[in-house]
């Protein structure tokens, strides 16, 4: 499963690829504005950050305007991918721009009937939303399962993007369900790291380590 941060803050970003293992961003007209950037200087920031798939989100909402809009933000850099909302509109747009070879993102994905659409269209990716799901009471997860299961059903290569994560848990789980990528906030993906019994493990080991060895350096 491929790792994405969900963000567009720059620091955030740095941080997280030093680590090695994210392999995509993703952007939406919230994450841009809290930046406070012209989107396509932003995203060629990002571009230069993290080398993989960069989505960015048109903000029209005609069909006519999404592909003049999509056509130009594909043009920023070789890896965006350009993200486009689930509506008629958005459909509209995807199956003509998957066409032209423009990787599309379809987003704000939240049944498995609106997933069909998307992977219909030719979509490069489908984000499901588990976490606005898991707010209204829903089980997020349930549709992970069910569009990767009908996905493989049919042969669908649209690869399933477990979006809207709030937790260490929704990344396991999207794991399970078999998403092909897990899209988080920086702050999730730093919290995979913590356990207890890790910090504690490792703190004996240098104290048994320190006790032998720093005491008497010659046995080192
Ligand atoms: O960027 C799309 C999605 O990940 C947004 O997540 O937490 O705003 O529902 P959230």
């Not at 994450?31 to 932003?42: D, F």
């Not at 486009?84 to 987003?107: H, M, Q, Y």
């Not at 899209?183 to 993906?189: D, G, H, R």
């Not at 730093?190 to 008497?216: A, C, I, S, Y």
Request: charged share 25%; glycine share 6%; aromatic share 6%.
């Amino acid at each position: 499963m491929k790792f994405f941060l969900d963000t567009a803050n720059l620091g955030e970003l740095k941080k997280a690829v030093s680590w090695g293992i994210v392999d995509g961003v993703t952007t939406n007209p919230s994450l841009i504005a809290k930046e406070g950037r012209p989107i396509t200087e932003h995203i060629k920031a990002i571009c230069d950050i993290v080398d993989g798939d960069i989505s960015a989100e048109v903000v029209s909402t005609e069909a006519d305007e999404m592909l003049k809009e999509s056509r130009e933000l594909s043009r920023i850099h070789k890896n965006v991918v350009v993200k486009l909302p689930l509506t008629r509109d958005g459909i509209t747009a995807c199956s003509k721009l998957s066409k032209e070879g423009i990787r599309i993102n379809v987003t704000l994905c939240f049944s498995p009937g609106q997933a069909l659409l998307a992977a219909k269209a030719g979509a490069y990716i489908v984000s499901p939303f588990v976490g606005r799901l898991d707010d209204i009471s829903a089980i997020g997860m349930d549709l992970i399962r069910s569009i990767t299961s009908i996905y493989k059903t049919h042969g669908f290569t649209t690869q399933v993007l477990a979006a809207s994560l709030r937790s260490p848990l929704h990344v396991v789980d999207a794991a399970s369900a078999g998403a092909h990528i897990a899209t988080m906030p920086f702050k999730v993906l730093d919290m995979l790291f913590n356990h207890p019994l890790t910090d504690k493990g490792l703190e004996q080991f240098l104290k048994d380590w320190n006790r032998v060895f720093e005491e008497t350096p010659a046995v080192r």
